[in-house]
């Protein structure tokens, strides 16, 4: 995957490397400078499962497998992982649940795991999005608002404006919802994964 900039934005969410589904996750473990993101969506709500606490995902492709979370504490750990929200498993690789397959959830360290507020259509609208902000040469360059290229401010997902009224008019039109998936994308964007 070509590494994006502040101005471009290159990231390809379809990178099998990078975004595996569950029929292309590596076969061996990583090495300590490779990174890979299984990012699911949360389709049921958690329940008791041999080895600890989980629920129902669906990747990218569609397949459907349990996550199971066998921290400590379970149950409280799993509670931001609601319906309609994403799992992105760090590194995850297939346990064998007999007689299906899914993930063991045995860290709750962000490192291996986190959540994204929004579901896998609206993380494919945001990442549309930045490309096409990024071909029009508007990524990172000028205000998500009004397009002005003056007196940059950035948010803290690097969406950028001309001022606080800008800023203020995006946040309550959706970007309440959409900064926190944004600046994963951003993150991703920039990371080298290999
Ligand atoms: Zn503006
Ligand atoms: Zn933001």
Same mark, same amino acid.
């Given at each position: 995957m070509i590494i994006g900039t502040k101005t471009r934005y290159t990231l390809d969410l379809e990178d099998v490397m990078c975004f595996p589904d569950n029929n292309h996750i590596p076969a061996a473990p990583p090495a300590p400078d490779e990174r890979w993101v299984i990012v699911t969506e949360v389709l049921s709500n958690p329940a008791p499962r041999p080895g600890g606490l989980g629920f129902v995902v669906k990747d990218k492709s569609g397949d459907r497998f349990p996550v199971v979370f066998a921290t400590p504490t379970a149950a409280r750990d799993v509670r931001? @992982? $609601?319906? !309609?929200r994403l799992i992105c498993l760090v590194n995850g690789s297939l346990a064998d649940f007999r007689p299906q397959l899914g993930y063991f959830? &045995? +860290? $709750?360290a962000s490192a291996y795991m986190f959540m994204l507020p929004c579901n896998l259509a609206m993380l494919n609208r945001l990442a549309a999005r930045l490309r096409a902000q990024s071909d029009a040469g508007e990524f990172g360059q =000028? =205000? +998500?608002? =009004? $397009?002005?290229?003056?007196?940059l401010r950035s948010c803290g %997902?690097?969406? &950028? @404006? %001309? !001022?606080t009224e800008c800023q203020r008019t995006d946040w309550n039109n959706g970007h309440s919802r959409e900064c926190k998936v944004i600046k994963a994308l951003i993150v991703w964007n920039r990371t080298e994964w290999w």
């Open positions: 931001r @992982y $609601k319906p !309609g959830v &045995r +860290n $709750k =000028c =205000c +998500n608002v =009004c $397009k002005a290229h003056t007196a %997902c690097r969406t &950028r @404006y %001309c !001022g």
